[in-house]
Nanobody
Framework: QVQLVESGGGSVQSGGSLRLSCAAS????????MGWFRQAPGKEREGVAS???????SYADSVKDRFTISIDAAKNTLYLHMNSLKPEDTAMYYC?????????????????????????????WGQGTQVTVSP
């Protein structure tokens, strides 16, 4: 049985930092495309970042150069390092595992890959962790 458990959310002021963690059991996360999604009140869930089995990463435009996704294979844990947080980053953050090893992404220039994955690509989800950024 696959379980993904997020932690690390909290309340910070604008410009602050947080590190989200996603501890996995029932699957080896380095064998799958892993993603972070977020959902703000009244908005649809959106993809934030992904990392594939080759450690290739991609991001949403809105978090470019501020967020970093990573994996600690020894701990079977996914991370999202969030810097320069803005009030518009306030949302419930979810980690998710894809069905396969590759993530959907596209090269957008300037060494930046845009995350194209959708909820439908990810069958396994955590319960979420809340991030609140105050002005």
């Amino acid at each position: 049985q696959v379980q993904l458990v997020e932690s690390g959310g909290g309340s910070v002021q604008s410009g602050g930092s947080l590190r989200l963690s996603c501890a996995a059991s029932g699957l080896i996360i380095s064998d799958y495309c892993m993603g972070w999604f977020r959902q703000a009140p009244g908005k649809e869930r959106e993809g934030v970042a992904s990392i594939d089995t080759y450690a290739a990463t991609s991001y949403a435009d809105s978090v470019k150069d501020r967020f970093t996704i990573s994996i600690d294979a020894a701990k079977n844990t996914l991370y999202l390092h969030m810097n320069s947080l803005k009030p518009e980053d306030t949302a419930m953050y979810y980690c998710a595992a894809d069905r396969g090893p590759s993530c959907s992404r596209a090269y957008a220039g300037d060494n930046f890959y845009r995350f194209l994955g959708s909820e439908a690509d990810f069958p396994y989800w955590g319960q979420g962790t809340q991030v609140t950024v105050s002005p």
